[in-house]
């Protein structure tokens, strides 16, 4: 598949800022240490390039395509980062560092050290992309972006349908004011290098809403539309046969319909998951990129199942970014990576269990 317009823009910019004087050689000599460490199959790796941080954990949604609505999230601990550990963290990565996400199970934009934690992270590596999600409930969410207008790159907007349908999945939410704060985010970044993308989860519920969130993304004046798959991972309730629907003739043709009627849109790029390869843990890339570090500083498998109680590879405020990235429990993660063998933590994620078409 060619790659959308969106990632080709934000590579771009991320190469006509990379880092000068001697974080050039440490951002260059990292990612010959990085190559050299995948040809050689180690478990071992290098500085990241990508990160998500966990901002909070608190939202003001109950959406019921969210971990956290779910028993895992229900007995998870709550809270937001605090300001000077993520900034220990921005100070050990940043010449390394392509990629931050202010993401994770909470709502960024409840976190009322956004605006600082964004500036900081501009200030200290200007060059790296830096991309929020939001669920465009929080009032005044336009006059707080105004302050961080064109020093974001890229904010996700979650939409997982339309009108009644979207507010009975997104528990809590008010679909006429989700329309009008899309509209207000707009029009505060129109002009500027900040882009706006919908991410969309498609489960049973939704599914024959795809073809709306386009022609709405479209009258909104979005360029770019995601459609992943509900993962089950950390969702109880539901059992992996689940997945089959994503297989079926019923689910298919409303796939063809979405990608016929998004023709009628050139400038809107839509990306689908990826049904066309084998499923299997080897199909999943967050050993190896992306790394999720939650609001209290744990160093987690990924974004599915951010939950340190099940499973985490250590403190990044005790012990470091690095040290936690080549923890032996990480290592041994890995190792199960190369052998495509499923660890148990990651059962009932749609990386493993999710059909081929």
């Known amino acids: 598949m060619p790659m959308d317009r969106r990632k080709r823009k ?38 990241p390039s990508t990160l998500m941080l966990e901002v909070t954990n608190r939202c003001n949604l109950k959406c019921i395509t969210c971990p956290r609505e779910y028993d895992l999230g229900k007995a998870m601990d709550k ?7 993520l900034k220990r963290i921005i100070d ?3 010449p390394y560092i392509d990629s931050i996400g202010l993401t994770g199970l ?16 501009r200030n200290k590596n200007r060059g790296v992309i830096i991309t929020v999600s939001t669920n465009a409930h929080v009032h005044g969410i336009d006059q707080t972006l105004s ?62 809403e795809m073809v709306k969130v386009v022609d709405l993304a479209h009258d909104l004046g979005i360029d770019h539309v995601c459609f992943t798959l509900f993962n089950l991972a950390a969702v109880t309730g539901y059992e992996t046969p689940y997945y089959r629907f994503f297989a079926s003739a019923e689910f298919q043709e409303e796939l063809d319909n979405l990608k ?12 689908v998951w990826d049904q066309d390869t084998q499923p299997g ?7 190896w990129s992306h790394f999720y570090i939650t609001w209290d500083g744990f160093l987690v498998p990924c974004c599915a199942k951010p939950f340190p109680k099940e499973l985490n590879f250590g ?29 148990p933590f990651c059962t009932r994620c749609h990386m493993i269990d999710l059909p081929s078409r």
Request: hydrophobic content about 35%; overall charge positive; aromatic content about 12%.
């Open 106 to 121: 909470g709502e960024p934009f409840l976190y009322k050290s956004l605006i600082e934690a964004v500036h900081y992270i």
């Open 10 to 47: 934000l590579i771009l910019r991320r190469l006509g800022r990379l880092p000068g004087r001697g974080n050039l050689f440490n951002y260059a000599g990292n990612k010959i240490i990085h190559f050299y460490r995948k040809g050689i199959r180690s478990t071992r790796v290098a500085w």
């Open 260 to 271: 016929k009627s998004a023709k009628k849109y050139p400038g809107i790029d839509i990306e």
């Open 147 to 208: 302050e961080m207008r064109g020093a974001i790159d890229s904010i996700q907007v979650s939409v997982d349908g339309v009108g009644a349908l979207y507010e009975s999945i997104r528990k809590g939410s008010r679909y006429p004011e989700f329309n009008q704060n899309v509209r207000k985010i707009r029009e505060v970044v129109t002009g500027s290098d900040t882009g706006i993308m919908f991410n969309m989860v498609v489960m049973k519920e939704n599914f024959k």
């Open 281 to 287: 843990f080897r199909k999943c890339p967050f050993p």
């Open 92 to 94: 050990e990565v940043s």
């Open 79 to 85: 809270g937001e980062m605090d300001l000077d550990m």
């Open 315 to 343: 403190n990044v405020f005790q012990s470091g970014v690095m040290n936690c990235l080549n923890s032996q429990a990480f290592r041994d993660f890995r190792k199960m990576w190369y052998e495509n063998q499923t660890p």
